[in-house]
């Protein structure tokens, strides 16, 4: 295997191995607020510990990355995620669950933005679109942690041998993959510094595609919390088909970034993350006017599809604006905000009105994707290997 195909499939592997303990986490909750008792409001609270202590998570990568190198950062925090993953299923009452949460967010949040890092460099240094591939990863991963937790309630393990089987087969595969990540070249660790002033990022467009992926995100907090209750309270879908609308729309998100590198490789990023907006927001737009369920389903559908391509092509965008890893860690704040917002804005809103006008908002928003696709140009750069002018040296070993 060349070497670039060796460092394709170690970041390829680190996203699969994130979206299998982010997911397969999620998919014990119930499990978990079980078993230790814990309010629906205080559960709450701490999911929402997750995306804010992710943010600084991010921001210690962004600042560590330049000096270390985003490989030396993922191949500690990996295995890390797995293990902290596992320590929520031994936290034996609520007050010890919410530092360990806090430990969970904090290294979600390093690894999210060292991962990308690595796939931005990856991307470099083939020369062509390869992020919604690394991201499609990510939804396998995913995949596999839902199934995890499918797989163990179907043996009645307990939540320490759910937990413990995602997190033996995250820690092996994050070892395994550790020596193929991409090294970053000793001059860019060596040299930078706090005041280092080569680094240097521009906030104007970190902001325009920011706002972009934090609107995706608030899409996803919709589509991902409140899809099956939608489906089955207010549409009247029987049980079985209540869960379909948050199938189809991770399986189509999934489709969505496996196609879409070939498409950003023929027409640029522009046009696909137009299209996907548009296509995202009347997928929404059904969703909030669906009479039957399985009209509501296809808006689903056509929300995942059309979004997908959105945040991976946000951090080719990063890329190109620096290859220290700041920017990219910068971006990704605006994966919580879009979490956070969404977690609020929907919930409220169904609360005043109804299901429907919360599905209806981030339709409007996701309209503003369309808007913002210009901004999403100056990722072809990162695949030219041409950093703006004021980036550092380059991230990788040529």
Known sequence: MGTDRRARAGATAYYLVQGLCFAGLLAQVPTLQDG????????????????VVAGVGSVLAGHLAPRTGSAVLLRLAGPLVALAVLGTALAPSAAVLYPVVALV???????????????????RRYGRSLLNSFHGAWSIGGILGALAAVLAHSLDWGLVAGLGLV??????VDLAAAPLLVDHG????????????????????????????????LADSAASSWSTKYIADVLGGAGEV??????????????????????????????????????????????????????AILGFAATGLGLSVV???????????????????????????????????????????SLRWAFAVPA???????????????????RRGKPLAGAVAPDVAR
Do not use: K
């Open 36 to 51: 230790l008792g814990i309010s629906d409001a205080e559960l709450t609270l701490v999911l929402l510990v997750v995306p």
């Open 105 to 123: 967010g904090l290294l979600l949040g390093v690894v999210d933005a060292t991962m990308n890092m690595q796939g931005v460099a990856v991307e």
């Open 167 to 172: 997190a033996a087969v995250a820690v092996v």
């Open 186 to 217: 000793a001059d860019v660790a060596s040299s930078a510094t706090g005041e280092d002033p080569a680094v240097r990022v521009p906030w104007r467009p970190i902001l325009l595609v920011g706002t972009a992926v934090a609107i995706v995100y």
């Open 242 to 295: 209540a869960p379909l609308g948050l199938a189809a729309y991770l399986g189509c998100q999934l489709l969505g970034r496996l196609a879409a590198d070939a498409q950003v490789n023929r027409f640029g990023p522009v046009r696909p993350v137009a299209v996907g907006g548009l296509v995202g927001a009347t997928g929404l737009g059904l969703v909030a006017l669906a009479p039957v369920p399985w009209v």
């Open 311 to 353: 945040v991976p092509l946000s951090f080719s965008v990063a890329g190109a604006l620096d290859e220290t890893g700041v920017a990219v860690a910068r971006v990704n704040l605006f994966n919580y905000v879009g979490f956070v917002l969404g977690a609020g804005l929907v919930g409220g809103i169904a609360e005043l009105t």
């Open 364 to 382: 409007l928003l996701a309209l503003g994707v369309v808007a913002l696709a210009p901004a999403f140009r100056v990722a072809a750069r990162a």
